[in-house]
């Protein structure tokens, strides 16, 4: 197998270099260690509703607000004591020298966990589970709830779990879902709606996408979709499109930020495609059309990738409004396509993911929204990595014009994730991180 | 300079006119704004916009590097609702199609939200820029009078036969025919709802007009055969579907050491339909 050579330079959104040179290798999710680390957090943090929760326990409705148990109440002071619930939950999920993190915010009313990877050994539901049994166990002990009261801490706690797996109801969130709700195997860190990475970045768009294409790219590393000479491809394509490799995705969207359109987009990059010299024209028909073709295929679909990033960003930031990307995505490489005669973004997958997409984005088929879609459900899932960055690029820019807006649905996971400043900057983090593994 | 799109026969040339903004798109009409907005029926001729958000201007955006790079369009810049403006467009020769209508606006538009299904394109996108493009492709060559229709709903009609007068089926009876002058007007609005006023839209094109304009291929009644009379659009398709077949399966492989038979359904297609079609 040829050993990958490719080089590229990184840049900031903002245009600014951030290390040359970098081996494509070095920004592998198996590599790089700020890639690992957001990976690695995002399967152990958990963000734990304690205003919820005594809530819950005061009205009965212990499995959300259509499972109501009258009679099954307690009035405990469950806020008040978040501290000394976080502190025996602490000792609680330590693995000796490895601690939790376990921290009151917003005055008690949320809890932000991180299990150490040592509770880890195969199963990433760890993460999730063991935070609710020891948020179980500190609430009893911390409120001296006795053995004929225990079971109301516990439904409030843990939701319709066992009787629903998916433990509808629950109190503590974590990024990634139960298995049971994955597509398929290798899909958890797919399985995250785009408003949660739009909300975790502070609504930037070029952060957002990279964020986002992090984490497709690491499942795709994990579904055994980057294995041998198919990891070069994914690599390109992180590099081009989520990580603004060369600058190139931050100029196509300076170039055609005052007037350009899908389309201006398109022929940007096929400009630059053969400046590159990653495209060649190969035949000439009849009416003058010029068939190009390519000795490059991955490097070609990691340029494409890159603008049809870009076409989505000046479309749907020149509307305010994050509603258009699947028909973006649908044209750019229809206009690719007959421009050029070479594929769309992964081989015309991208494109056929558009079309569902569309239906489900528009409340064609039910009421969804682009803000909740992540890269986890059968109309999204092809094309793998490039597509859903665009969907997070679009709700940050989004001028709350759709129903299901980031504040809405995921303001805990932004002032928690947030914080972190390989979510906050994953731009810089990864460079960061390059620097060390080079 | 793009080249847009093959075809060295009329309709290929058509289709890069339609999509090049370079080129001005011929003037049919000229409909009034507030007969466009009467017809869109979003808002009463003379109403305010409405908002979903204060202008941009005046709220405190992200520090987004894509935002302060691209201007957003009037509608965006005012906090306008999202509307949309839908077409049907007959397959009896109507100036666009569906295939079309997108790459079009993507050329031409910023902004937009564009969405084909079946028969009808739709676009959507703030209030202000959807006025301006109904405006723009009422008027201008891309619509004709009996064979495009301007349907928010019930947009059935674009494959079905045509009426003695030459215009397309319509199951909301939206438009009119008046027999002495030859003129389609509209009586209704685009989602089949009153209006206060009855809207002219003036005479339809003739049928050799229409074959000129046409950017559809059709082996029937006069059309452009596509496989034998413009072969190149098929063969450029064919590259793509080989280009996405073998990128599918080994990217890292040059197509043509990717054994197997590939000239499947290119040279030498068997045709089942001659020229003309079957009626």
Same mark, same amino acid.
């Given at each position: 197998m040829a050993k990958i050579a490719d080089k590229v330079d990184l840049y900031d959104d903002r245009g600014n270099k951030l290390v040359g040179d970098v081996p494509i290798t070095a920004i592998?999710? !198996?590599?790089?260690?700020?890639?690992? +680390?957001?990976?690695?957090?995002?399967?152990?943090?958990?963000?734990?509703?304690?205003?919820?929760?005594?809530?819950?326990? +005061?009205?009965? &409705?212990?499995?959300?607000?259509?499972?109501?148990?009258?009679?099954?109440?307690m009035n405990l002071d469950i806020v008040g004591k978040a501290s000394a619930i976080a502190s025996e939950m602490k000792d609680m999920l330590s693995v000796d020298g490895a601690a939790a993190r376990v921290d009151p915010i917003m005055g008690g009313k949320r809890i932000l966990v991180e299990v150490p990877p040592e509770r880890i050994l195969a199963d990433y539901s760890a993460a999730r589970v063991n935070t609710m049994a020891a948020l179980t166990q500190a609430v009893m002990d911390v409120c001296n709830v006795d053995m004929w009261h225990a079971d109301i801490v516990k439904g409030g706690v843990w939701g319709g779990y066992p009787q629903d797996p998916d433990m509808t109801g629950t109190v503590v969130a974590t990024l990634v879902d139960v298995p049971i709700r994955n597509e398929g195997p290798g899909f958890a860190l797919r399985n995250i709606p785009v408003n949660h990475i739009a909300a975790t970045v502070r609504k930037r768009a070029m952060p957002g996408a990279a964020l986002s294409m992090i984490l497709e790219e690491a499942a795709c590393y994990e579904m055994g979709d980057a294995i041998g000479p198919f990891e070069r491809g994914h690599l390109l394509d992180l590099a081009y499109e989520g990580l603004n490799a060369n600058n190139m995705l931050y100029t196509m969207v300076k170039e055609n930020g005052k007037d350009g359109t899908v389309a201006s987009v398109t022929y940007s990059l096929v400009e630059k495609a053969k400046a590159d010299g990653v495209i060649k024209a190969k035949t000439k028909l009849g009416s003058g059309y010029t068939v190009y073709g390519?000795?490059? !295929?991955?490097?070609?679909?990691? @340029?494409?990738? &890159?603008?049809?990033?870009?076409?989505?960003?000046?479309?749907?930031?020149?509307?305010r409004a994050g509603q258009s990307v699947p028909s973006n995505v649908m044209y750019f490489n229809e206009m690719i396509e007959h421009e050029t005669g070479l594929p769309g973004v992964d081989y015309g997958k991208a494109q056929g993911a558009s079309v569902a997409s569309a239906f489900f984005?528009?409340?064609i088929y039910g009421g969804g929204g682009p803000g909740v879609f992540h890269g986890n459900h059968i109309v999204t899932r092809h094309a793998k990595g490039q597509f859903?960055?665009?969907?997070?690029?679009?709700?940050?820019?989004?001028?709350?014009?759709? @129903?299901?807006?980031?504040?809405?649905?995921?303001? !805990? @996971?932004?002032?928690?994730?947030?914080?972190?400043?390989?979510?906050a900057e994953p731009l810089k983090a990864v460079a960061e991180g390059a620097k060390k593994v080079m | 300079m793009p080249q847009y799109t093959p075809g060295s026969s009329i309709i290929g040339k058509n289709r890069r006119k339609f999509m090049d903004k370079s080129q001005k798109l011929e003037k049919l009409r000229d409909i009034s704004e507030e007969d466009i907005v009467r017809l869109l029926a979003h808002r009463a001729p003379g109403e305010e916009y409405k908002s979903i958000h204060p202008p941009i201007a005046e709220m405190e955006e992200p520090e987004c590097a894509v935002r302060e790079m691209v201007e957003p369009t009037e509608g965006a810049k005012a906090g306008d609702r999202i509307r949309y403006v839908q077409f049907t467009d007959s397959m009896q020769f109507a100036p666009t199609t569906p295939r079309i209508r997108p790459m079009m606006w993507y050329n031409r538009h910023r902004g937009i939200d564009v969405g084909v299904l079946s028969g009808r394109t739709i676009v959507e996108g703030r209030e202000r820029d959807v006025e301006k493009i109904t405006k723009e492709y009422m008027d201008n060559e891309t619509y004709d009078t009996a064979r495009t229709g301007l349907r928010g709903r019930s947009v059935h009609g674009h494959s079905l036969r045509l009426d003695p007068n030459g215009n397309m089926f319509d199951a909301l009876?939206?438009?009119?025919?008046?027999?002495?002058?030859?003129?389609?007007?509209?009586?209704?609005? /685009?989602?089949?709802?009153? /209006?206060d006023k009855e809207i002219t839209l003036g005479k339809p094109l003739s049928d050799d007009e229409l074959r000129k304009r046409t950017t559809m291929f059709r082996n029937a009644q006069g059309g452009v055969w596509m496989e034998g009379e413009d072969p190149e659009v098929a063969d450029v398709i064919s590259e793509i579907h080989w280009n996405r077949t073998c990128g599918g399966f080994q990217p890292f492989t040059a197509r043509d050491k990717i054994k197997g038979n590939k000239g499947v359904g290119v040279k030498g297609m068997k045709l089942y339909t001659p020229k003309g079609g079957v009626e």
């Open positions: 592998s999710p !198996l590599r790089n260690p700020a890639m690992k +680390k957001i990976c690695s957090l995002v399967t152990r943090s958990a963000a734990v509703n304690l205003a919820g929760l005594e809530m819950r326990i +005061k009205t009965g &409705a212990i499995a959300g607000k259509e499972m109501v148990i009258r009679g099954k109440t390519t000795n490059d !295929l991955q490097m070609w679909n990691a @340029y494409a990738s &890159a603008g049809m990033l870009a076409a989505v960003m000046v479309n749907a930031a020149a509307m984005s528009h409340s859903i960055p665009c969907f997070c690029a679009a709700m940050c820019i989004d001028a709350d014009t759709l @129903y299901f807006t980031p504040a809405r649905t995921s303001g !805990l @996971y932004g002032e928690v994730l947030g914080a972190i400043p390989e979510f | 009876r939206r438009w009119a025919y008046d027999e002495k002058s030859g003129n389609v007007k509209y009586v209704k609005d /685009m989602v089949g709802g009153a /209006m």
